[in-house]
C-alpha cells in the first residue's frame, strides 16, 4: 500500500507559545506518524511564512494536492499550523468532506474533521488562532485571546444546545417556537403555560427548576445572544441582565433565529410595551395560506354582506394600492380551516408507506406503524397469546424503536414539538388530541407537515369549493 500519511510543518515569525522549529516539529511528527503505523509518510513544509498576512503557502498547497490524490492522515505538530484564517479552515473542510481524512497532532491530539463536533472544534481553534495572529503585543493578545474564548463555546450545554455547542434538532425546534410565539406577540408567562402542559421539559437549562418552565427560564432562553449563534459579554456574572448579555460578534456555533430576530426580542424585553399586540382573531391559517394569484399570504377579514345579515370570517388577499396585482381572492375561514385540518389530520392518521426513506412522511409511517405494534402486542397479551415476560420485552422494543423515529422526525421536521405526543396512526385519537391544541400551537403543526397551502381564485355566489385549495406536503 502507498503510503496514506503526510507530515505537515509550518513555522511562522510571531509564534511565542510553539517556538518548534520545522525541524523539531518534523522530528515529532515522524515519531507520531511512525507510532500510527506510517512508515514512509510524505514530508511537506512551509517555512517562515506567516499565514495571517495571506502569503502563500506551497507545501500547503501540495499537502491539498496529496489528500485529493488520497492520503487519509495528516500529522501535524499542532493543528494551527494548518490552518490560521476561518477563510482555509472553510476551505480545508470542504476539502475533507470530499475526502475523508484525520488530523493527528503532536500536541492536543487528534481532531477528527469527519464529525460535526470535530469540526466545531477546530473553528473554534482556529478563531482562537486568528485573534492571536491579529494582534502583535502580548496585552492585546491576552485580551484578544479571552475574547477568543468567549467566542468559542464556553461552558456546558445551555437550552437548544449540547456540551461544546452542538445543536439539539429537538430543543432548537422548541426554541424558534418560542421565539415565533414571542414575537407574535404572546407573553412570557403565556409560553411558560404552553410549555408546561405541553409537557416539554425545561432540560439542564433552569438548574433547579424542577422541571418546570417560568416566565424567566423563558426570557433567558429567548434573550440570549446564543441562540442565534452569537457570542456575549459576561463579566463573570452569575444571572443574565434582563435584556440579554452585551453582544460581541460571531460565536462558532449553529444559530437557530437570526441576529436580528434577537435583536428584536431583546427590545420587546426591555421595553414590554413594544410587545405586538395579538391580532383579535388568532387564524389558523392566517399568513400560512397563500393567494393563488399573486402568492401573498392571506388574511383573515371580518366580511358583512352588503345586504345585511349575519357576518362572517374570510380569509383574503388584502389589496394594496402599490401592488395592483393584489386583492381579489377571498374564501370562507371555517370552511377552508376545516379542509386544511382534515388533510392534516389524514396525514397524520395514515402516512403513506411507499414514501422516500428518511423524509417525514416515511418517518410518520414508521411511528404509525409502531403505534398498531403496540396496540398489537397489547391484544396479544390481552388474549394470552404471549407470556408476560414476551409483551415486556415486546413493549420495551416497540418503545425504543418509537423513541428513535421520534428523533428522527424532530430532525426531519424542525417541528418536533408541534408533533410532540400526537397519536400518529390513530384517527380518533388525534382529533383528541387536535382538540388540546391552542391555536399557535396547530399553526405549527400545518407549518411542520406542509410547504405550501395555496388558495386559487373562486367565483363569486359559489359555495366552498375544495378544489381551489393546493396543498403541497412536506417531502
Ligand atoms: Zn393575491
Redesign the pocket.
Known sequence: MVSAAAVYVRISQDRSGLQAGVLRQQEDCLDLAARLGFEDPVVLADNDISAYDGGRRPGYELLVEQIRAGVTTVVVWHVDRLYRQPRELEDLIGLVERHPVRIEAVRGGGLDLNTAEGRLMVRQLVAAAAYESGHKSDRIKRTARREAEQGAWHGSARYGYGPGGVLIPEEAAVVRQMADRFLAGESLRSIARWLNTSGIAPGRAGTGTAGIWYPYTVRSVLASARISGQRAYAPGRRADPVDGREILGPGDWEAIITPEQTARIRAIVADPSRRPARPAVLSLLGGIAR?G??G?GLTIVKHTPAAGGTATLRYA?RSDLSRPE????TIGAAHLDEHVTARVLHRLAAPRTSARAGSTTAVLAQISTLNARLAEIDQDRQDRLISVREHTAARTAAREALAAAGRALAAVTGGAVALHGAPIGDRSGLEVWWESLDVPGRRAVIKALTNRVIVGPGQRGRGFDSRRVRITYSR
Do not use: D, L
Open positions: 393567494c394569484k399573486c401573498a388577499c393584489r386583492g381579489g381572492v
